[in-house]
């Protein structure tokens, strides 16, 4: 998924408004064209921040694309959403944008999972628990029956 963005002057605005999730990782991604004004700055970044915790990246240009493109970290996906702002440097001067809030929906994702027990549908390992018992158990009576028949028999 890309989140799309133009930068005019010091103005940072999202130009597309998908429906995102939290919790993804390496899946959301943003592509950022700049102005003119932005042409003498060749260091541009972005800074990600979510609970007070600010993520800095280096933007690089994408000839395809035509625009920057970033992978958001997975450490802002988080929560109800994250900031986003960029800016650019050449020398001692500095550019830079509003900060942008991406807003995220509860994914409902964790790695906390618990075996479902449906009625009459037997859990597959309990199966294969239940196979290696009876093997077992089979095994056993066999090597009783083949010793009874030799003590018997001799």
């Given amino acids: 998924m890309i989140l799309e963005f133009n930068i005019i002057g010091q103005i940072l605005h999202k130009t597309s408004n998908p429906c995102l ?69 050449t020398g001692d001067e500095r550019i830079t944008t509003n900060q942008v809030r991406i807003d995220l929906l509860e994914s409902g994702y964790t790695t906390d999972i618990t075996s479902i027990r449906y009625p009459n549908v037997p859990d597959i390992f309990e199966k294969i628990r239940m196979d290696e018992e009876e093997y077992a158990d089979n095994q056993v009576k066999r090597g009783l029956n083949t010793l009874t028949t030799k003590i018997r028999g001799g």
Avoid at 48 to 74: C, M, R, S
Wanted: hydrophobic share 35%; net charge negative; aromatic share 18%.
């Fill in 21 to 89: 999730a939290n919790d993804s990782q390496n899946y959301l991604s943003l592509a950022l064209s700049f102005d003119e004004s932005w042409d003498n700055y060749n260091l541009k970044y972005a800074i990600f921040t979510y609970k007070g915790k600010h993520y800095q990246t280096t933007l690089l240009y994408d000839n395809d694309a035509e625009a920057y493109l970033q992978i958001v970290p997975k450490e802002v996906l988080k929560g109800k959403g994250f900031y986003l702002m960029c800016y650019g440097a």
